[in-house]
């Protein structure tokens, strides 16, 4: 009943998209049973070496023969600001001596090694003739958009406004995910600033919707059939949920974190630029709001990213969530600690149910 041209695109069952979320969370186990439950997994890979993506495609596929996808971050040019990065280190020392952690010495990732770790993830999708391929931060290039669709990957762009999905039509790709302002984790505004991002879901799909004839699909704030079919209403082929996947059981999120959104309230999420340097959405904790009034001068993303990491690690392994990054949309409260199996048919029939 929820089948249309996407999902037949995808040859899934179900108008479901797990969102890919880089660092550990969407685990072989998670992305198998969301694709075994005719819905679509995802590998984030943001953070994978080109290795470690290789390796963990291969083990998906032990775990599934269906369909299943792979996530990039486009990387884009930043800004090295040495006053900024002194600044950021000052206010970070407290921090590493609370937890007990070493300033962070490891250089800093350059564009250049970012673009060669890139162009090899892109290779290894063609390789390893992984079918859906999608982007954030940015888009891919011709070149890899023609080398793409050469071996019949499925391309699928994410905009945080109608400018954005406009540019990722053109570009040829399949299908674009409009991310709303509800969403959690980092905001993939690539041309837009990202306050002129900050467009709710509601208003963003059949804006998008409008002005586009790729699929949408829509991503904020989902977590159950209601906001489905309230996505489909308003134009979207599909939805990509993320928060509602991160606390199931496959999920490889830390436990303090599954905890902190299964707790949480609606107003309790935050957006932060202080973990990464690229503004993102997740629970709010002593970390972003010690940081929330220095945030006009944090350190573009990669770099914040690099000089939070041992921060973020020790907190995580004391568990102390106070100086963990705790991503998470807009919807924590209907957040359930399930099964993939179950999250999948729970939203499907509710669904079901609510278009007779
Ligand atoms: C923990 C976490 C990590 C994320 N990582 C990625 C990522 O690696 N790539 C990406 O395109 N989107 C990422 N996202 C954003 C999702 O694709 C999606 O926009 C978001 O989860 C939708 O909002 P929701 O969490 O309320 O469902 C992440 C989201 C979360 C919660």
Redesign the pocket.
């Known amino acids: 009943m929820l089948k249309n041209e996407l999902t037949n695109l995808l040859k899934i069952d179900n108008p479901i998209i797990q969102?890919?979320?880089?660092?550990g969370?969407t685990t072989s186990a998670l992305v198998a049973a969301v694709s075994n439950n005719g819905a679509l997994g995802m590998i984030?890979a943001?953070y994978l070496s080109p290795v470690q993506l290789r390796d963990q495609i291969r083990e998906v596929k032990q775990l599934t023969t269906k369909n299943f996808g792979v996530?990039l971050?486009v990387p884009s040019n930043f800004e090295v600001i040495e006053n900024h990065i002194e600044e950021a280190n000052s206010l970070l020392d407290k921090y590493r001596t609370q937890l007990k952690v070493e300033q962070e010495l490891e250089a800093f990732p350059c564009m250049k090694e970012m673009l060669q770790v890139y162009n090899e993830q892109v290779q290894i999708i063609v390789e390893e003739k992984v079918r859906v391929c999608?982007f954030?931060f940015g888009v891919p290039s011709m070149e890899q958009i023609t080398l793409l669709k050469q071996q019949g990957v499925i391309l699928i762009g994410?905009a945080t406004t109608v400018t954005e999905a406009i540019a990722i039509e053109k570009l040829g790709m399949d299908a674009v995910?409009v991310?709303g302002s509800?969403?959690?984790?980092?905001r993939?505004n690539f041309i837009s600033r990202h306050e002129e991002g900050m467009i709710g879901v509601m208003s963003l799909i059949p804006q998008v919707a409008d002005q586009v004839t790729i699929p949408v699909i829509a991503?904020?704030?989902?977590?159950d059939g209601r906001g489905l079919i309230a996505a489909l209403s308003l134009g979207a082929k599909a939805v990509?949920?993320?928060?509602?996947f991160?606390t199931c059981v496959e999920s490889g999120a830390h436990p303090l974190h599954k905890e902190a959104i299964l707790q949480a309230k609606d107003e309790d999420t935050t957006l932060t630029n202080a973990f990464s340097g690229k503004w993102a959405r997740g629970i709010s904790n002593t970390f972003t709001k010690e940081m929330h009034e220095y945030e006009a001068n944090i350190p573009n993303f990669p770099i914040q990213n690099t000089l939070t990491q041992s921060i973020r690690k020790a907190s995580a392994s004391q568990n102390n969530k106070e100086y963990m990054s705790l991503?998470?949309?807009?919807?924590p409260t209907l957040a359930k600690n399930e099964t993939v199996e179950a999250l999948i048919q729970r939203t499907i029939k509710q669904a079901e149910r609510g278009m007779i």
């Open positions: 969102a890919p979320m880089a660092g969370i984030g943001g996530n971050f999608s954030t994410t995910v991310q509800e969403a959690g984790g980092h993939g991503a904020g704030g989902i977590m990509q949920m993320g928060t509602a991160l991503w998470s949309g807009q919807s």
